[in-house]
């Protein structure tokens, strides 16, 4: 029974190990004002989320019309920049709903734009056969039932669960995933976002996800272990792990966690026109790679205009990561944490017996390899597909490489071994 179990999650599990790369997309009426998603009805005003009082931040749907939305443009955009998968912000800790839910009046088909924008994003990602999951937030800054909204929301907006109309909330909760489990056709991924919170009783969610959509993956936010674990805006250092390993180690393969971080490309997971610190494309490309090379999922995040558009800074280096990947996608699509995890200059991954180095540093000789122990029968680099000659002795490995790194951002050298 424990193997026919543990067969059942490899297989629901496949598709997300196969994908490694998503798109995560925060919007919401915040982007108005360029604000934080949510964040400053909790905080305090700052520089960091946004300086806008919670009546100013409560209105803005009442102005909230994003004419220029193209939905299939944005699954076209994911597709080109190899994105295998998108998560897109059903309901955040505002409590807005994205979709259009029965059991409130605080979402998007009460704006001036009036339509289901979670609806239209479903059918433009089954028209291009992309996998589409929901954030989801249990924290919910406009219902009664999740804290006293007579109060402001800076003063509990950790929820109050020991009212007694915490019960209601999580009925509310109920209703909603309900909704975008039968409404919506396949859901890949149901994204908790919980803050921390273990009030959510996340058994009763785990039984409703498996009743009504058994293949749909969720996460660990929301009190319970989910699929997946979830770093947020870095990578782990070493592989995440069922057990402690040493430093450089690597897990066996029952032991390994399973695991997806999300990173914005600017400093904002909302649309925020101040925010012009974007992650350059090399930067982006070498962090793809270093979640790869440690079996992680990278779930890299846009924050659409209040027109609906994404913004050309974005689509300028998503489109970028797509040509890099045409080019190297098969050193990171369906591969795993790779043999060598303390190397300086490069990183590796591996697909079956073939390890992928990717060069960082290029040298100017030959590309030493420590502590390989595996026998290597042939090196190719993957932009031309060229061979290159190589020695192998005392357990190093020697490549003989050109003069100059094929690829600006990240060289990669297939090792085929015995």
Not at 220 to 233: A, C, H, K, L
Not at 296 to 312: A, C, D, R, S, W
Request: glycine share 8%; hydrophobic share 35%; net charge positive.
């Amino acid at each position: 029974m424990l193997l026919a179990s543990a067969a059942i999650a490899e297989d629901r599990t496949a598709w997300f190990r196969e994908a490694k790369f998503g798109m995560f997309i925060h919007w919401g009426p915040y982007s108005l004002a360029s604000v934080e998603a949510s964040w400053p009805l909790m905080t305090p005003p700052s520089k960091r989320f946004g300086f806008i009082s919670e009546p100013e931040y409560r209105a803005l749907p009442e102005r909230f019309n994003p004419v220029q939305y193209d939905p299939a443009a944005w699954v076209k955009l994911a597709k080109a920049a190899g994105q295998r998968y998108m998560v897109f912000t059903s309901k955040h800790h505002d409590g807005f709903c994205m979709f259009d839910s029965q059991f409130t009046r605080y979402k998007i088909t009460n704006t001036p734009y009036k339509k289901d924008t979670a609806a239209m994003l479903v059918e433009a990602a089954r028209n291009e056969g992309m996998k589409l999951g929901f954030y989801y937030s249990p924290p919910d800054m406009d219902h009664p039932g999740y804290r006293d909204t007579t109060k402001l929301s800076v003063t509990n907006w950790r929820g109050e669960p020991t009212r007694p109309e915490w019960s209601m909330y999580l009925d509310y909760m109920q209703l909603q995933v309900t909704e975008l489990l039968t409404r919506y056709g396949d859901v890949a991924i149901i994204w908790w976002d919980g803050l921390g919170g273990k009030s959510y009783d996340p058994t009763r969610f785990d039984r409703l996800i498996r009743e009504l959509q058994p293949k749909t993956l969720t996460n660990n936010r929301v009190g319970s272990p989910g699929d997946y674990i979830t770093p947020e805006q870095f990578v782990p250092k070493t592989i995440p792990s069922k057990k402690p390993l040493a430093p450089g180690a690597v897990p066996a393969p029952e032991d390994f966690q399973l695991w997806e971080t999300c990173m914005t490309i600017n400093g904002t997971w909302g649309y925020n026109k101040n925010d012009t610190k974007y992650k350059s494309t090399t930067q982006l490309i070498r962090t793809l790679i270093e979640v790869a090379s440690k079996g992680g999922n990278f779930l890299l995040n846009v924050g659409p205009t209040p027109e609906g558009t994404i913004q050309p800074e974005f689509a300028e280096r998503l489109l970028a990561i797509g040509e890099w990947m045409k080019v190297n996608g098969e050193a990171i699509y369906g591969t795993t944490y790779g043999p060598l995890q303390n190397l300086g200059f490069a990183r590796t991954t591996a697909k079956g017996k073939t390890i992928y180095l990717h060069v960082f540093d290029w040298p100017k000789g030959e590309l030493e390899v420590p502590g390989l122990g595996a026998r290597v029968v042939e090196a190719r680099l993957l932009k031309g597909s060229v061979k290159l000659g190589f020695r192998q002795a005392g357990g190093k490995l020697s490549i003989q490489v050109p003069a100059a790194a094929p690829d600006a951002h990240a060289s990669v050298i297939a090792l085929k071994t015995r």
